[in-house]
T-cell receptor, first 109, second 112 residues
């Protein structure tokens, strides 16, 4: 079966760095997405990786290793507004998105 | 403002009643999707449409139906609601392929 694993919840301190991991086992691979979802709101797109390596976008970076079935989202200089759930999703060989359950990130002052 | 609009925002529905959740986008995206989101579970695909006039079943289609008469609208119908359909429903659209999804603000549905 297809499976996406990510931690249920993480806690970090304002101004610090946090890494949210995602491992996947899917039927084929056409890319991996990260979305941010604030409580009571819709998910919003953060990043897309299809090749191995690190993609940097401001305070957020996303890394992919296809051989290990592994990605992480790195958030630097954490702000209180970064408190949200972070969703990992993989596009499989049929171009269907397989979603993880999400990681709830709690930022403490 | 370009985007995707869902209605209603929230609804309480008696079991056995019929309900249509509306979704409209003005981005001229070919692909549209309906997901449900339940606590502790990932987004689960109910139905999708790759282009106007075509629809397909997702992971959890039972009890739901959709239509795609034109590019902009993608309504989701619950023919006879049951309590297990209590959830938050998100409509999304994309250009297809590897393009990211754009989500509506969701409909919070409670079936009693």
């Amino acid at each position: 079966g297809q499976n996406i694993d990510q931690p249920t919840e993480m806690t970090a301190t304002e101004g610090a760095i946090v890494q949210i991991n995602c491992t996947y086992q899917t039927s084929g691979f056409n890319g991996l997405f990260w979305y941010q979802q604030h409580a009571g709101e819709a998910p919003t797109f953060l990043s897309y990786n299809v090749l191995d390596g690190l993609e940097e976008k401001g305070r957020f970076s996303s890394f992919l290793s296809r051989s290990k079935g592994y990605s992480y989202l790195l958030l630097k200089e954490l702000q209180m507004k970064d408190s949200a759930s972070y969703l990992c999703a993989v596009l499989d060989s049929n171009y269907q998105l397989i979603w993880g359950a999400g990681t709830k990130l709690i930022i403490k002052p | 403002i370009a985007g995707i609009t869902q209605a209603p925002t929230s609804q309480i529905l008696a079991a056995g009643r019929r309900m249509t959740l509306r979704c409209t986008q003005d981005m001229r995206h070919n692909a549209m999707y309906w997901y449900r989101q339940d606590l502790g579970l990932g987004l689960r695909l109910i139905h999708y449409s790759n282009t106007a006039g075509t629809t397909g079943k997702g992971e959890v289609p039972d009890g739901y139906s959709v239509s795609r008469a034109n590019t902009d609208d993608f309504p989701l119908t619950l023919a006879s609601a049951v309590p297990s359909q209590t959830s938050v429903y998100f409509c999304a659209s994309s250009e297809g392929g590897e393009s990211p999804l754009h989500f509506g603000n969701g409909t919070r549905l409670t079936v009693t």
